[in-house]
Each structure stands twice: as C-alpha cells, then as structure tokens.
C-alpha cells in the first residue's frame, strides 16, 4: 500500500515538473517586451487608474500616448505631469481643463424628512430603484457607494450627508458615474482659493421642497438678483453659470442672502 503511494506522489511530481518547464519554456518564447519608452510614461504618470483619461489603467493610457504619438491628456496630472509625458515623446502638450467634484446636495440626515425605512442590499443603486428611505427623490441617500470609487480618498459621509475633501479631489468623474442621482457636478476650476456651487438638485417648486428638506433650493431667485450674478434659474432650481463669473463678490452675496444656505462654498 505504501509503495503505491510512493509511486503515485512520484508520478505527480514528475508530471508536475515536466507542465512547470513546459510553461516557463513557452513563457519565454511568447513574451511581449514591454517598450521602454511606454515604462518611461508610466513613472512621470500618478499611477492612480482613475480613468479620466478614457482609458482603463494608466497601462493603456501610456501605451496608446507611446504607439499614436498625438496628444493626449491625463487630468489628475495637471500641466506638470502632462508637459514631462509631451517632452519626453517630442509631442505637442495639450491645454489641461481641470475640474473639481461637488454634490448637489448639502442636508444632513437630520435635514432630510424620511417616512419610510429602507431594508435590503447596502447600496444607493438599490435604494433608488425601490424609492425606499429618503421623501425627496432628488436627495443624497448617504450610503457610500460613491466612496468606494473615489480613486484619491476625497469623499466621505458625515451626518448622512457626502462630503468632498476638495483639495483631495483630482476631478476624474467616477463619482459622477456611480451616482444613481446624478448628484455629482464637475465644475471647471484653474486654481481659485474657492468653489461656490448649488448643494441641491430637487427640481420641484419650493412648497414641496420645503417639505421634504430644510435645506433645498425653493427656486425664490434672490441669487439671480445679485448684481454681477452668474446665477440662473431653470427648473425651479439654481445653477451657476461658470463661465460669466465676473467676481466672487457676487458669489459670496447671494450664499450670504440664500434663505435656506444651499448655496455652499469650498475652500481649495
């Protein structure tokens, strides 16, 4: 009996040996060599794979750059990074739009009016699609999927609420993407000391916001009114308009006249 064994974990092992030399030999023989060129991208490059760029990794981004040699832009790197990729291969840089992430939704768990409870998976995707929890169907339900995306750590949830830590954010939009709200907004940013944006994204009139958050946008247009205002209206909401900031003067007077502060500021 001993011998079979014996005999048997002899067989094994031989045949073992022979598929591991089998392997290494076609191993050697089918190896792709990497371009040196493509391992120089990848060490100037942040290494995160957030995939702002279009590609999947920063792998695929440095190869594509390396084989078409035509610019192409890497956000989270800004105009540093992207300047060393464009010197190294003798190309063009191209212009860096960086962006900074906000939620359109500022309440608090304490804010936010629920007459229901939610029982099931632990995932805004499944609380959405079953209208469970929250009254407002526009609001944060504050379970996190977007911190699990978040490729640099810059969000969290405090109170219920999402929290950006801005000076964290790299602007590649995978929360934008993973919201099943769509509350995430990528606004343009080129180094101000502060962001001011709209922490609301319910597009009813304000009697029924008023019921369902202390904190929503009830369309009264005071901001609108400001002099110098980018502010709009459309939908019974606010919204910025980036681009027609003459100064933050007029930013900083409508957050200070909205009735209910849902108008918000960040410091960069």
Same mark, same amino acid.
Not at 58 to 79: D, M, N, T, W, Y
Not at 225 to 235: D, E, G, I, M, T
């Given at each position: 009996?001993?011998?079979?064994?014996?005999?048997?974990?002899?067989?094994?092992?031989?045949?073992?040996?022979?598929?591991?030399?089998?392997?290494?030999?076609?191993?050697?023989?089918?190896?792709?060599?990497?371009?040196?060129?493509?391992?120089?991208?990848?060490?100037?490059?942040?290494?995160?794979?957030?995939?702002?760029?279009?590609?999947?990794?920063?792998?695929?981004?440095?190869?594509?750059?390396?084989?078409?040699?035509?610019?192409? /832009?890497?956000?989270?790197?800004?105009?540093?990074?992207?300047?060393?990729?464009?010197?190294?291969?003798?190309?063009?840089?191209?212009? /860096?739009?960086?962006?900074?992430?906000?939620?359109?939704?500022?309440?608090?768990?304490?804010?936010?009016?629920?007459?229901?409870?939610?029982?099931?998976?632990?995932?805004?995707?499944?609380?959405?699609?079953?209208?469970?929890?929250?009254?407002?169907?526009?609001?944060?339900?504050?379970?996190?999927?977007? /911190?699990?995306?978040?490729?640099?750590?810059?969000?969290?949830?405090?109170?219920?609420?999402?929290?950006?830590?801005?000076?964290?954010?790299?602007?590649?939009?995978?929360?934008?993407?993973?919201?099943?709200?769509?509350?995430?907004?990528?606004?343009?940013?080129?180094?101000?000391?502060?962001?001011?944006?709209?922490?609301?994204?319910?597009?009813?009139?304000?009697?029924?916001?008023?019921?369902?958050?202390?904190?929503?946008?009830?369309?009264?247009?005071?901001? /609108?009114?400001?002099?110098?205002?980018?502010?709009?209206?459309?939908?019974?909401?606010?919204?910025?308009?980036?681009?027609?900031?003459?100064?933050?003067?007029?930013?900083?007077?409508?957050?200070?006249?909205?009735?209910?502060?849902?108008?918000?500021?960040?410091?960069?």
């Amino acid at each position: 009996m001993n011998e079979m064994i014996i005999k048997g974990l002899v067989v094994m092992g031989g045949l073992g040996l022979v598929f591991s030399a089998t392997l290494a030999y076609f191993g050697q023989r089918l190896k792709v060599e990497s371009n040196p060129l493509v391992e120089k991208v990848l060490d100037i490059l942040p290494g995160i794979n957030c995939g702002a760029c279009g590609f999947s990794s920063c792998r695929s981004f440095a190869e594509a750059i390396v084989a078409e040699r035509k610019p192409l /832009v890497c956000i989270p790197g800004g105009e540093d990074v992207n300047r060393k990729v464009s010197q190294l291969l003798g190309i063009q840089s191209q212009e /860096v739009k960086r962006a900074k992430a906000v939620v359109r939704c500022g309440a608090t768990k304490n804010e936010k009016k629920t007459s229901s409870f939610y029982v099931g998976p632990t995932s805004c995707v499944f609380v959405d699609i079953t209208l469970g929890g929250l009254d407002c169907k526009y609001g944060c339900i504050g379970l996190g999927d977007c /911190v699990d995306a978040c490729p640099a750590g810059a969000i969290s949830i405090k109170e219920g609420r999402v929290v950006i830590d801005i000076k964290k954010c790299i602007g590649c939009g995978r929360c934008t993407k993973v919201c099943p709200r769509g509350l995430f907004e990528l606004i343009p940013w080129q180094g101000e000391s502060k962001i001011y944006f709209v922490a609301c994204n319910n597009k009813e009139k304000g009697g029924y916001v008023k019921t369902v958050c202390k904190k929503g946008c009830i369309g009264c247009g005071i901001c /609108v009114r400001v002099k110098h205002s980018p502010f709009y209206l459309q939908n019974n909401l606010s919204h910025i308009n980036y681009q027609q900031i003459s100064n933050q003067e007029a930013l900083e007077e409508a957050k200070n006249k909205c009735p209910t502060k849902c108008i918000q500021e960040l410091d960069v």
